[in-house]
């Protein structure tokens, strides 16, 4: 390796520790390298390169999603799942800690952000699980958790984001994310369900008779229709996740504006003017990334990396397991996008070379992300949960170490079996 590319990695990692924004961090090592390597010829292709990184029309869908799930948000159009999920799980042990569970799973086919989900019903589910008994850690814990099913359940963002850095088709990623994020909110329900055994946690009484389940459904009905708009666009080849993110926000729109008139049109500005910069916020590293990957080009890094990789003779199953510990490594210090943005490209083309299944090593670099969310140094999961529920962040890690424990125990499982992945997209046809 040479001393450029030392440089390189060691200008963007500091800049990183020492506080700069990700994306000036990417562009300023870019810069260093250019005059380092005597390269400043190429000055004027980086302007270009930052770009043609965002100049892609799939990455369009990113704003549209972003807008679908700040609607749905502002129009409070949660209450509905809510109710819904209280009627489905809320009669099995530990009831309030599985409901929430629940509506994370339910709420997570309409934002497919982690942070959307804490958001939106951390609010709701930390003070009502706080009054029934619980403690507020293990409230946060179960909330934090229970978030990161978000991202894995179609619409998710961040499998836009690697389909289009990894030339992995979005709609059967979309599809290979759906029974693995499942998985996740089952190994989570039946952890609490342990739990509530040993600490006496009861259900939450209701009458759950078909007649009110019924009307529970429709009154969920029509919020629950987001994800079968997307989801059934995309994999029926109606729509590019462009389109099916457009007609998502738009019937979010009509919903929380004109049927529930949950949304004023006042209040439209502040939807859109947030949507516009958490979008201008992802996408400007989008662009720093595509920069900062063709340095990595230029200095031969993807290529190096696989030989030094395959040269180990691993095999598939030893390098599968290298490159989750790599990724959950990863996970623990730089957030999903950004992980994906800088070292998606690398790693799949690693996972291929060794004949592992390009989509289900996608399956398996989100949900690997996904688990950092919930630990330290980063964890802006649990740092959100934090921050609700006021606990302190010691108890919260260990009221959350069992749920990491059960979700690694998933992560294993996805990992060794392809086809918990695979299984959907096959039968869709992808």
């Given amino acids: 390796m040479s001393d450029t590319i030392v ?5 963007f990692l500091g800049l990183l520790v020492v506080g700069l924004p990700i994306a000036w961090s990417m562009l300023a090592a870019v810069m260093i390298w250019m005059v ?34 700040e609607l749905v948000n502002e129009g409070r159009i949660t209450g509905r799942l809510i109710d819904l999920a209280n009627g489905l799980f809320g009669w099995m042990r530990g009831g309030l800690a599985q409901v929430n569970i629940g509506a994370s799973i ?72 759906l029974v693995p994020g499942l ?8 952890l609490v369900g342990v739990q509530a055994r040993i600490n006496n946690f009861q259900p939450v009484p209701m009458d759950r008779s078909p007649r009110i389940l019924g009307g529970l459904a429709a009154r969920a009905a ?38 529930y008139r949950s949304l004023s049109l006042r209040a439209l500005g502040a ?22 990957s063709w340095v990595m080009g230029i200095e031969n890094v993807p290529r190096m990396a696989a030989s030094a990789l395959t040269g180990l003779d691993l095999g598939s199953f030893g390098t599968l397991l290298f490159l989750n510990a790599i990724l959950l490594g990863l ?50 999961c649990l740092f959100a949960a934090e921050r609700i529920a006021g606990c302190g962040i010691v108890p919260l890690m260990r009221a959350t170490l069992p749920f990491l424990l059960v979700n690694l125990i998933a992560l294993a499982l996805v ?8 299984w959907l997209p096959r039968v869709l046809g992808f």
């Fill in 183 to 190: 998985l996740i909110g089952a190994v989570q329900m039946g």
């Fill in 271 to 292: 939807v859109f003017s947030r949507s516009a910069l958490f979008s201008g916020q992802l996408l400007i590293i989008v662009g720093c990334g595509a920069a900062f």
């Fill in 7 to 11: 440089l390189f990695a060691g200008t």
């Fill in 106 to 177: 339910l709420f997570s086919g309409i934002t497919g952000v982690a942070l959307g989900d804490i958001a939106a019903l951390g609010r709701i589910f930390i003070p009502a699980m706080v009054a029934g008994g619980y403690t507020p850690a293990y409230a946060a814990a179960v909330t934090a958790s229970s978030s990161i099913i978000g991202p894995m359940v179609p619409p998710s963002l961040i499998a836009v984001i690697y389909g289009s850095m990894t030339g992995v088709s979005i709609g059967a990623l979309m599809a290979a994310t």
């Fill in 331 to 380: 996970g623990m210090i730089i957030d999903p996008t950004t992980a994906i943005i800088l070292f998606g490209p690398l790693f799949s083309q690693i996972a291929v070379a060794v004949g592992i299944d390009p989509l289900h090593f996608g399956v398996i670099a989100i949900l690997n992300l996904n688990i950092g969310l919930l630990t330290p140094p980063l964890g802006v």
């Fill in 36 to 69: 380092v390597s005597g390269n400043l010829h190429f000055l004027p292709v980086v302007p270009e390169r930052v770009y043609q990184g965002m100049d892609a029309f799939v990455l369009m869908a990113v704003p549209l999603f972003i807008l679908a799930g």
């Fill in 415 to 422: 990992a060794a079996v392809p086809g918990f992945s695979l």
């Fill in 222 to 259: 029509v919020p629950l229709m987001i994800p079968v708009i997307i989801i059934a666009g995309m994999l029926g080849g109606i729509m590019t996740p462009t389109e099916a993110g457009a007609v998502a926000a738009l019937y979010a729109l009509v919903v929380s504006v004109v049927l």
